[in-house]
């Protein structure tokens, strides 16, 4: 379990998109259920609970924009020194430079999740940044209605359609 007085900075490990593509690439996962490039990912079923297990214990610095929703499951982690029980329906977002560690979580547990690295971030929204992702918060932990969660459940899904449907001629 996590301990902040045994921790020093080399034992928090960086976790960007390029380490989560190889932990995808060296698996048996549906490359469906995924998408990585350079500045954005987009991961659900069992390709989102792989990167969890994958990572489960370590102490990691978080370099992208990352929103996840826990649709199925429970699980225990640790987000900027504060513990978490996450349960179905809770939506976390996590700014860079945030220390995540992942200390347990159930056999059902199912997230869709997406990672947009800052540039893509502050290219797509200009200089109109919400005051939330301006730096001053680094997680924001919600619980929102049934309607909500439906909402930004389909958001993702569809993203996750949109990139991985082939658009070639």
Do not use: W
């Not at 990912?41 to 609970?49: F, G, I, L, P, R």
């Amino acid at each position: 379990e996590y301990n902040s007085r045994n921790m020093a900075e080399k034992d928090i490990t960086n976790i960007t998109l390029d380490r989560i593509r190889d932990v995808l690439d060296r698996s048996q996962v549906d490359s469906a259920n995924f998408h990585i490039s350079q500045n954005l990912a987009v991961a659900h079923a069992e390709s989102a609970k792989l990167v969890v297990n994958e990572f489960k214990g370590e102490v990691m610095r978080v370099n992208e924009y990352r929103v996840l929703i826990v649709v199925n499951g429970e699980g225990n982690s640790i987000v900027n020194l504060v513990p978490h029980h996450l349960m179905p329906g809770d939506v976390i977002a996590v700014l860079p430079g945030s220390i995540i560690q992942i200390i347990n979580t159930s056999d059902d547990l199912e997230i869709r999740a997406i990672a947009v690295a800052d540039s893509l971030f502050r290219l797509s929204l200009g200089t109109s940044i919400p005051k939330a992702f301006n730096g001053h918060l680094r997680d924001i932990f919600l619980h929102p209605d049934d309607t909500g969660k439906m909402v930004l459940t389909n958001m993702i899904e569809c993203l996750s359609q949109l990139i991985s449907t082939d658009h070639a001629p």
